[in-house]
């Protein structure tokens, strides 16, 4: 039996959530690098404590940015794999960035944020760019 779904405004939503996702993934990348080739890039006002996760922080953002890019271009293709992935990926995003609020706290608040609006459009109306 093969249902006809109606296709709504949601759609645009959901490609924005995917690019959303390309950009935290660009963006996590880059950070995860910085912060790997720089100690004193995540240590601010937290001192010794930072530099000596940084290292540690650094790949785990830059593993958490490959991961939320593939996923991302999933979204695009309507994988249902892909919104599973990226709802995880957003939510670990957003508490990965929840970490560096202390030290970043308008970019982190702003990043945790778009998570949110990742995670809303993609639960309530992923379906909707799913292959038929």
């Not at 779904?5 to 935290?24: C, P, Y």
């Not at 000596?52 to 271009?73: C, K, P, R, V, Y």
């Not at 999933?74 to 030290?103: N, Y």
């Amino acid at each position: 039996m093969n249902q006809q779904r109606d296709v709504t405004g949601w759609v645009g939503w959901i490609v924005f959530a995917a690019v959303i996702m390309v950009m935290l993934g660009v963006f996590a990348i880059i950070g995860g690098l910085i912060a790997i080739l720089d100690d004193s890039y995540t240590s601010g006002p937290l001192g010794t404590y930072a530099e000596s996760t940084a290292n540690a922080w650094g790949w785990s953002t830059l593993i958490l940015g490959i991961i939320t890019l593939f996923a991302a271009f999933g979204i695009l293709k309507g994988a249902t794999w892909a919104r599973i992935v990226s709802v995880i990926m957003a939510g670990l995003v957003a508490i990965d960035h929840f970490a560096t609020v202390r030290v970043y706290p308008i970019w982190g608040l702003i990043v945790i944020m778009l998570c949110i609006f990742v995670i809303y459009a993609l639960i309530v109306h992923g379906r909707e760019l799913e292959v038929q």
